[in-house]
C-alpha cells in the first residue's frame, strides 16, 4: 500500500533491493551490510539524475529492517529531505543478552531449528540475509547495526513510527533523544486496527500519519504547515 498511497498523494516513489534483499541477495550474493550509507548515496544519485524528481524534496522511507538501514544512511546522505523510520531501529544488538549468553541461547535455538520447519525458516531466511548460517552467527552480526553514536548525523525532520504490539518496536525511546534534527514519535494503536508489526492491517491509519507529515515537511516550503502530529491522527 505504501507506493499507491505516494502516487496517489502526487508523489513519484521509487523502491529498491539494496543488499541482504531481493535479486542483490539471491543473484549478486551482496549480504546486509552496517554501513548502509554506502548503498543509499548511489541510490541518491541515480534519483537525483532524473529530469521529473524535484531533488530539494527527497523523502526516505525505512520500515521494518530498513528502520535501521534508513537512518544510518541518513547520518551521511544529507541530501534526504524527510526521514520515515518504522519502526526505529538504532541498535540492532540492543535487545540481545550480553555476547556470553547469546552463544549459549544461539546453540539452543540453532538445535531448536532441526525440530520446527517454522523456526529454522524464520532464523534461516534471517541469517541467509546476513550471509552466516548459524543463529549463533547471526546474533553476532547483528551487533555490527547500531548507529547511536551517529544519530546527531541526521540534518533532516524525522518521523518515527511505533505501532502498538509490535515486536520490534520501542526504539524511538532510543533514537530520538540521540537525534539533534527535529523529531516527532508518532504512535498508533492495536484498537484502531494499526497494532502490530508495522502497523499490520491497519496500513490506511498508517499511510494517514506517514503521508500527512510528509506533506506537512515536504510541501512547506509552497503553503502553510498544518501542525506536526505528535499521536495518532483522529
Known amino acids: 500500500?505504501?507506493?499507491?498511497?505516494?502516487?496517489?498523494r502526487g508523489y513519484n516513489a521509487l523502491v529498491f533491493e539494496g543488499p541482504g534483499q531481493g535479486e542483490a541477495l539471491y543473484r549478486q550474493r551482496l549480504y546486509f551490510r552496517p554501513d548502509y550509507?554506502?548503498?543509499?548515496?548511489?541510490?541518491v544519485d541515480r534519483v537525483v539524475s532524473r529530469k521529473d524528481v524535484d531533488?530539494?524534496?527527497?523523502?526516505?522511507?525505512?520500515?521494518?529492517f530498513a528502520g535501521y538501514l534508513a537512518a544510518r544512511g541518513a547520518t551521511v546522505e544529507?541530501?534526504?529531505?524527510?526521514?520515515?523510520?518504522?519502526?526505529?531501529?538504532?541498535?540492532?544488538?540492543h535487545r540481545l543478552p550480553p555476547p556470553s549468553v547469546a552463544r549459549v541461547v544461539g546453540t539452543v535455538l540453532g538445535a531448536a531449528t532441526r525440530l520446527s520447519a517454522d523456526r529454522a525458516e524464520f532464523f534461516g531466511s534471517r541469517a541467509a540475509a546476513h550471509g552466516v548460517t548459524s543463529v549463533s552467527a547471526y546474533f553476532a552480526d547483528l551487533r555490527r547495526y547500531t548507529m547511536l553514536d551517529r544519530a546527531a548525523g541526521i540534518r533532516c525532520p524525522t518521523l518515527l513510527v511505533e505501532s502498538e504490539n509490535?515486536?520490534?518496536?520501542?526504539?524511538?525511546a532510543l533514537l530520538a533523544p540521540a537525534m539533534t534534527a527535529p523529531t516527532t514519535v508518532v504512535e498508533l494503536s492495536?484498537?484502531?486496527?494499526?497494532?502490530?508489526?508495522?502497523?499490520?492491517?491497519?496500513?490506511?491509519?498508517?499511510?494517514?500519519?506517514?503521508?500527512?507529515?510528509?506533506?506537512?515537511?515536504?510541501?512547506?516550503?509552497?503553503?502553510a504547515p498544518r501542525p506536526i502530529p505528535t499521536a495518532e491522527p483522529a
Open 166 to 172: 509490535d515486536p520490534i518496536g520501542g526504539g524511538a
Open 190 to 223: 492495536a484498537a484502531r486496527g494499526a497494532g502490530g508489526h508495522c502497523a499490520g492491517l491497519g496500513q490506511f491509519l498508517w499511510a494517514q500519519a506517514v503521508y500527512g507529515w510528509l506533506d506537512d515537511v515536504l510541501l512547506r516550503a509552497e503553503a
Open 1 to 8: 500500500m505504501q507506493v499507491p498511497d505516494a502516487l496517489a
Open 78 to 93: 544529507h541530501r534526504i529531505a524527510a526521514l520515515v523510520c518504522d519502526p526505529p531501529q538504532p541498535d540492532m544488538g
Open 55 to 64: 531533488a530539494a524534496r527527497l523523502g526516505l522511507v525505512g520500515r521494518s
Open 37 to 43: 550509507e554506502h548503498v543509499l548515496s548511489q541510490v
